[in-house]
Antibody, heavy 121, light 109 residues
Framework: EVQLVQSGAEVKKPGESLKISCKGS????????IGWVRQMPGKGLEWMGI????????RYSPSFQGQVTISADKSISTAYLQWSSLKASDTAMYYC??????????????WGQGTLVTVSS | SYELTQPPSVSVSPGQTARITCSGD??????AYWYQQKPGQAPVLVIY???ERPSGIPERFSGSSSGTTVTLTISGVQAEDEADYYC????????????FGGGTKLTVL
């Protein structure tokens, strides 16, 4: 059974750093892209970026380029999303997703349970 | 930047048919995908490649495409189908430019 299990909720102050994780199981972790999707409170879904754990090829949405860093450790089948300096506007639920890529078509067939990040002074 | 447009809300009575549309200029060239999100839960893929249904998704969910518009149809709507529905696609530039529609709240009256 494919599973993406994310790390727990976080409460941080503006300016602090943060790294959240997503552990994949039940499939070949290095053979599928893993991505991150943001959902701000009461709002819709936003694609942030993806990484191919097999070779660490990483792509970002223009909206998130330079704002976050996506990485992966294939030895432990885990992907990460990190911030160096959080802002209040980073408050959101973050989902990791298994990203299927087929002939320039991209979609998400499995989702993690979400990690709620709250940034408040 | 590329956008997908959905109606903010759709309402139907139980047993009726709900249709949720999604419009985008690249949809004739790119597949569309649909996700269902119930309150407090992660989204779930309900339609892929315009009209394919993943295993485990009830047959009452179907998808279709015509020109720049794709449609998610839920036949014989049940109370449990009340949720937010998001379409998703990508622009046709060949880069990883994934886009979601704004979402449609389906209310079962």
């Amino acid at each position: 059974e494919v599973q993406l299990v994310q790390s727990g909720a976080e409460v941080k102050k503006p300016g602090e750093s943060l790294k959240i994780s997503c552990k994949g199981s039940g499939y070949s972790f290095t053979s599928y892209w893993i991505g991150w999707v943001r959902q701000m409170p009461g709002k819709g879904l936003e694609w942030m970026g993806i990484i191919y754990p097999g070779d660490s090829d990483t792509r970002y949405s223009p909206s998130f380029q330079g704002q976050v860093t996506i990485s992966a450790d294939k030895s432990i089948s885990t992907a990460y999303l990190q911030w160096s300096s959080l802002k209040a506007s980073d408050t959101a639920m973050y989902y990791c997703v298994r990203n299927r890529v087929e002939m320039n078509n991209y979609y998400f067939d499995y989702w993690g349970q979400g990690t709620l990040v709250t940034v408040s002074s | 930047s590329y956008e997908l447009t959905q109606p903010p809300s759709v309402s139907v009575s139980p047993g009726q048919t709900a249709r949720i549309t999604c419009s985008g200029d690249a949809l004739p060239k790119q597949y569309a995908y649909w996700y269902q999100q119930k309150p407090g839960q992660a989204p779930v893929l309900v339609i892929y490649k315009d009209s394919e249904r993943p295993s485990g998704i009830p047959e009452r969910f179907s998808g279709s495409s015509s020109g720049t518009t794709v449609t998610l149809t839920i036949s014989g709507v049940q109370a449990e189908d009340e949720a937010d529905y998001y379409c998703q696609s990508a622009d046709s530039s060949g880069t990883f430019h994934v886009v979601f529609g704004g979402g449609t709240k389906l209310t079962v009256l």
